[in-house]
Every structure is written in C-alpha cells, then in structure tokens.
C-alpha cells in the first residue's frame, strides 16, 4: 500500500511504499515543542520504502548531530527525519498522513513527561524514557 506524507501547505510531500516497521508516539519535551502537540507520532520506515513526490525540504539537525528534521520550507509542517543512530529507518510524522487508516502506534515512549490528559491506550506497552533496545 502507498501512503503520501504531505505537509500542512502540500508543497512537501512524499510516499511511502508498503508498511511502517513501527508506529510510535512519544511525550518527550522535544516533541512537544517540534510538533505543537502533546506527543509526537513516529511512523518509521526503510529508506527505500521513500520515494520523493513534491517539494525540497529545508533541514534543521539537532546541535548534538544526532536527528536530522525535514520540513517544508514555506509553511513549516516537519515531514520526516532521520537519525545515523536507528541504522536502516528514517521517521515520517504520523500527522502529515491525514489518514485514520495508518495503523495505531505500538509503544509510548518518555511518558515520564505525559500530559495527565493524554491516555495510554489499553494494551500499548509505556516506557517512562526512551525506547527500549
Ligand atoms: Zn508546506
Ligand atoms: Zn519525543
């Protein structure tokens, strides 16, 4: 199944080829701030399953080096990133799918900083910081 992945303006969009590895959704401080949310949502793929289809990101990398973010350099909306640390996976940004068929996320991670409103869903494993290994 393809999946675009389109920002807020649609200038910066890309499909996704077949099924994520895994959905994540994470109350770290980080995300909170990148996404405006609450949490985070992480759909994470292989790099091959991307394939460009509008648009040139802008790039903003974390001042330790370790994430990469892509977004769309006129409205903002941040698309996918990707980290040398995952190995063979890069990220794309639940939210910018707009589709409620994207299968739900697998784990909560840094619930340590968990809005009290924001439920766990039954059966989905939290961990207080990051993911485990
Ligand atoms: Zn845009
Ligand atoms: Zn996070």
């Known amino acids: 199944m393809d999946r675009d992945a389109t920002c807020?303006?649609?200038?910066l969009s890309v499909t996704l080829r077949g099924e994520p590895t895994l959905v994540s959704s994470c109350c770290c401080t980080r995300?909170?701030?990148?996404?405006?949310?609450?949490?985070?949502v992480t759909v994470y793929f292989h790099p091959d399953q991307m394939v460009?289809?509008?648009?040139?990101?802008?790039?903003?990398q974390r001042p330790d080096g370790?994430?990469?973010?892509?977004?769309?350099?006129?409205?903002?909306?941040?698309?996918?990133?990707?980290?040398?640390?995952w190995g063979d996976?890069?990220?794309?940004?639940?939210?910018a799918f707009a589709d409620p068929t994207l299968p739900s996320p697998k784990r909560m991670v840094f619930t340590a900083t968990r809005?009290?409103?924001?439920?766990?869903?039954?059966?989905?494993p939290?961990?207080?910081?990051?993911p485990p290994e």
């Open 52 to 60: 460009a289809r509008r648009g040139t990101p802008a790039n903003f």
């Open 89 to 95: 996976v890069l990220g794309v940004a639940g939210g």
């Open 126 to 130: 939290e961990y207080e910081d990051g």
């Open 31 to 40: 995300c909170q701030r990148r996404t405006g949310s609450f949490f985070g």
């Open 66 to 85: 370790v994430t990469t973010f892509n977004f769309c350099p006129r409205c903002g909306s941040n698309v996918w990133w990707s980290s040398p640390e």
């Open 115 to 124: 809005h009290p409103f924001v439920c766990v869903p039954e059966g989905v």
């Open 8 to 11: 807020w303006c649609g200038d």
